[in-house]
């Protein structure tokens, strides 16, 4: 389905963000990766998938690489096609006791990267009439959590520029859309059951059910691979008139 177009997915050397390029690469994308520690084992999962892969290490949180890598991007594999705003991070403090450089970081890492990253992709998508622009928000984008400040914020403003992105491009071939999941078990969630279990004296297992059961009536993690599966509905011809929508995937979290 995707042959032949070209896939960006920031902060994807782990976790959703290989999930998700995994799954775009298995519709015949070629691959851009980004993101920190291991780069060998991601690129060479993708490029066992049988498409082009090529890696940029931008940080995020800095405006001048974000954009050395679009340039490197489209002067590699000749345009983004489709761009998946993934990288996040997370810190976990009461607001009054927040670190500001904590702040600063998610905000630019989990929000502002996204306008910067769509800024730069969307001429080219405009120009060919065809994009995909996937921001991986969060459950968060839709409610809060005590404790998340920076996060929360970020991902609601990630929701809000998504609905943006999406209703400036209406009439044309380019959506935008938010995907949101709750929790997925991967290094960003496990710090936390990690900080639980050390807290609370719990084994692993133990502060996993008692994430789950705070927040999601399926007790069951989401998975990368279907967060990936809703990317590529997201890029179908089916997706074609999807615009602007923030997707659960969350167990029933903000069902509640
Ligand atoms: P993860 O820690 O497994 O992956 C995060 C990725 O972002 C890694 O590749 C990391 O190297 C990269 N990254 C971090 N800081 C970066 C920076 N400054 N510049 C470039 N890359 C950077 O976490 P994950 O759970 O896969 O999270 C991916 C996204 O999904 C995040 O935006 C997160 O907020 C969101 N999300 C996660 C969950 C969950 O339960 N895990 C739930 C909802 C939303």
């Known amino acids: ?17 290989l999930g998700i390029a995994k799954a775009l690469a ?7 990766l980004n993101g920190f520690g291991d780069t060998a084992g991601p ?8 498409v082009k892969v090529a890696y940029h290490g931008a940080d995020m949180s800095k ?4 954009e050395a890598m679009m340039k490197f991007a489209a002067e590699t594999f000749g345009q983004v096609d489709v761009l998946v705003n993934n990288a996040g991070i997370q810190h976990v403090a009461p607001i009054q006791d927040f670190p500001v450089e904590k702040w600063d970081a998610i905000i630019a890492i989990n929000m502002s990267s996204a306008f910067h990253a769509t800024r730069l992709a969307l001429p080219a998508m405009q120009k060919k009439n065809w994009g995909r622009i996937i921001n991986v928000a969060s459950i968060h984008g839709l409610v809060g959590s005590a404790d998340k400040s920076a996060y929360v914020a970020a ?26 999941p709750g929790w997925v078990l991967t290094p960003l969630v496990q710090k936390q059951v990690d900080a639980k279990a050390l807290d609370m004296g719990l084994s692993n297992e133990e502060a996993k059910n008692l994430l789950l059961k705070e927040k999601e009536p399926s007790m069951q993690f989401t998975t990368p691979e279907e967060l990936g599966a809703l990317a590529v509905f ?23």
């Open 1 to 17: 389905m995707l042959k032949g177009k070209t896939a960006l997915v920031t902060g994807s050397t782990s976790g959703i963000g």
């Open 234 to 256: 997201f890029c179908s011809s089916a997706g074609n008139n999807v615009r602007g929508v923030a997707w659960n995937m969350d167990g029933g979290w903000t069902a509640q």
């Open 63 to 66: 405006v001048a690489e974000i």
């Open 43 to 50: 690129q060479a999962e993708i490029a066992a998938l049988g």
């Open 155 to 180: 991902k609601h403003g990630v929701v809000g520029l998504t609905k943006v992105t999406a209703l400036e491009n209406a009439t044309t071939g380019v959506t935008c859309n938010a995907i949101c």
């Open 26 to 32: 298995e519709q015949g994308a070629n691959i851009v």
